[in-house]
């Protein structure tokens, strides 16, 4: 974990992004939001009811002297944030819905970012992840040519590091979508400093089996080739289809893939269903002995991330990090 922050501390070094945290009345948030505030990198802006919040502080000897707190109930903001989400939905809320909506801090804090007061928001801590992603999915939405937005988790071991997606949002996915998904985790690797070498995971290798599923990977691939080209993203390898130990190990690349551009040396993985993907990262995580660190999620206009519920200080801190980072793209 220690190079990637390096490499976005260097690039966030007196950038102070702002970046909502919504959940300011969870002890974990609220002491990252402290560490956040000690740096130039990023600037928290906290959400939550200001006289619990102070208490929390007061008990766990937080200081908040320079912490900008809102309480979405009874922000000056409140109306201008209302009207602004109206439009947005654009017939879908009534003023009235929009008004009750926006109490909740999910809401309130992505309408921050929508209205350009924050670059990004991470929450999660103590919310599912659709409540922290309904929002931004009504209001930021995709960006323009991304269909879907995605979760790729950050794994990290050492000085090994990797990009394991989609293990978080879409239950079902096309060959379309795998492709989108595979060029979008390309863009996401460079954008904090890899040099993407993405490869399009199935139980098979370069034809050992056939069936739909390996069809299916087989088809994204050369979608995913042809959106390369079509962009003109330089420096990005998209090959597959490949059993996860070809795509790694370059013994077993070199026996069953020899003349494939990735010769066991990916570090981009794309799964080719949410259930491989999420087993795949667990299993990662708990036996393989990675940090995991996610999901960041990608397709926004804007970012917002998503915590997980059993999250350490330092998981908000962290993400909270590459969320800024996200927002310089």
Request: net charge negative; hydrophobic share 40%; glycine share 8%.
């Amino acid at each position: 974990m220690a190079n990637l922050l390096n490499v976005l501390e260097d690039k966030l070094a007196g950038k102070n992004v702002n970046i909502v945290l919504p959940e300011g009345e969870d002890e974990r948030v609220l002491t990252a939001a402290t560490q956040l505030q000690a740096t130039d990198y990023v600037t928290p802006i906290v959400l939550g009811n200001k006289d619990k919040i102070q208490s929390l502080a007061n008990d766990k000897g937080l200081d908040l002297a320079n912490i900008e707190v809102i309480d979405p109930s009874t922000s000056e903001l409140k109306s201008e944030l209302v009207d602004a989400f109206v439009e947005r939905r654009n017939g879908k809320a009534t003023k009235e819905q929009a008004e009750e909506l926006l109490d909740n801090v999910n809401y309130f804090g992505t309408m921050l970012v929508y209205t350009g007061k924050a670059a990004g928001l991470v929450s999660g801590a103590a919310h599912s992840t659709g409540d922290t992603v309904r929002p931004a999915l009504q209001v930021i939405k995709t960006k323009p040519g991304v269909s879907k937005t995605s979760g790729i988790f950050f794994m990290m071991k050492g000085e090994e590091q990797y990009i394991f997606g989609d293990c978080a949002i879409n239950p079902e996915l096309d060959a379309q979508g795998l492709a989108e998904i595979a060029v979008e985790s390309a863009k996401s690797a460079q954008s904090f400093g890899m040099e993407p070498k993405v490869a399009m995971l199935s139980f098979s290798t370069k034809g050992s089996a056939k069936s739909d599923d390996v069809t299916k990977v087989q088809d994204a691939l050369k979608l995913a080739q042809d959106k390369v080209a079509e962009e003109q993203l330089d420096n990005v390898v998209i090959d597959g289809e490949f059993q996860f130990d070809a795509a790694i190990v370059p013994s077993v690349a070199e026996k069953k893939a020899p003349g494939a551009k990735i010769q066991g040396d990916a570090n981009v993985f794309i799964f080719p269903s949410l259930e491989a993907g999420n087993i795949g990262y667990k299993i990662a995580q708990r036996l393989g002995g990675y940090d995991a660190v996610g999901p960041v999620l990608q397709g926004l206009n804007s970012p917002v991330n998503d915590l997980s519920r059993g999250c350490s200080i330092e998981d908000v801190y962290n993400l909270s990090i590459i969320t800024a980072a996200q927002s310089l793209q």
